[in-house]
């Protein structure tokens, strides 16, 4: 310790500190610190979004209450947009184009309204998603959560509209002469895995919307060209043998997520060998909707939390 004297003041030199030198992350282990916002590892974030899975439920039904609030018909419009379409696409396709012919009307409108409400739940989900963190940067930035909550709800309230489609769906089977068969169950693990694929889809699309939200602009042509190639409104497999299509064009579109998805549900719905001999599944097409959900909904979980700490900054 060293002394100076000027006058009456006394000058000490404090002594020198342990933590001198050490570099700022032996520092920061030393007292116990960590890095505001660091990205947790991808078990504690599974935790932690656990944890807040109330929240999550109740935001995807204050979004889905909120979407039609201006409108005075309100939630009608969850099921009358997919009718609305269904309609549009049975004069032009059923009807201009005469794809019903070959089904008859009692199979070829349960069979486009199903697709459609089918590949709906899967392009709203793609395209909430794509908007869920550039859309709620002020959310975001003012509350610390796992930022896969917003996607994941969004998804979620997408699935609560199918449900209510599902309703009219049924009427519209019954309708047509198509009775619940033991089929009619499988409709529960399609659904399933058709979330969890959704899900994935949606945090791959929030991750790159967050960075890039020209996306959003473009997101509607890509979507609107897989629904083409899904065979959404016609027989998918039935148009390209028609067109004289490699095999192997057909059955990489046959295979696509969507694709998969639809005719699952249209088999499991729609009964009559009629209506079956239009409806194309591929080989092992139970280990395809598995293995797409996985693929997307465990891939893009992981592929989302790795930009966990970059989301709402810059």
């Known amino acids: 310790m060293s002394e100076t004297t000027h006058g009456s003041a006394v000058a000490m ?5 342990p933590d001198d030198g050490l570099p700022a992350a032996e520092l920061a282990k030393k007292y116990g610190l960590a890095v505001s916002g660091a990205r947790p590892s991808l078990p504690d974030y599974a ?7 109330h929240f999550i439920v109740a935001f995807s039904r204050a979004k889905m209450t909120a979407q039609y609030s201006q409108a005075k018909l309100g939630q009608v419009w969850q099921v009358a947009t997919p009718l609305l379409n269904a309609t549009v696409y049975f004069l032009i396709f059923g009807v201009l184009m005469g794809q019903s012919k070959g089904m008859g009307i009692a199979t070829y409108i349960p069979f486009l309204v199903t697709g ?3 590949f709906t739940f899967t392009q709203s989900s793609a395209m909430s998603g794509v908007r869920s963190i550039a859309g709620n940067l002020g959310l975001v930035r003012a509350l610390h959560f796992p930022r896969a909550a917003l996607p994941i709800s969004f998804a979620l309230q997408q699935l609560q509209q199918l449900l209510f489609s599902m309703l009219v769906l049924f009427l519209f089977l019954l309708g047509f002469g198509h009775t619940p068969q033991l089929s009619w169950l499988l409709i529960v693990p399609t659904l399933v895995l058709q979330f969890v694929f959704n899900t994935g889809l949606a945090m791959v699309l929030a991750r790159a919307g967050s960075k ?12 609107r060209t897989w629904m083409y190639a899904s065979g959404v409104m016609y027989n998918l497999v039935e148009a390209l043998e028609k067109q004289h299509a490699p095999k192997w064009l057909i059955d990489v579109l046959s295979a696509n997520p969507a694709a998969v998805f639809i005719n699952l549900m249209r088999s499991s719905l729609i009964s009559g060998h009629a209506a079956h001999k239009h409806i194309d599944l591929p080989p092992h097409v139970w280990a395809l909707a598995v ?7 465990v891939g893009g979980f992981v592929y989302f939390w790795k930009a966990e700490e970059q989301y709402g900054r810059g």
């Open 212 to 223: 890039t939200p020209d996306l959003a602009q473009l997101l509607p042509f890509i979507l």
């Open 13 to 17: 030199s404090a002594p020198p500190s």
């Open 116 to 118: 459609i409400f089918v």
């Open 291 to 297: 293995g797409w959900a996985l693929l997307i909904g």
């Open 47 to 53: 935790r932690q979004l656990w944890a807040r899975r």
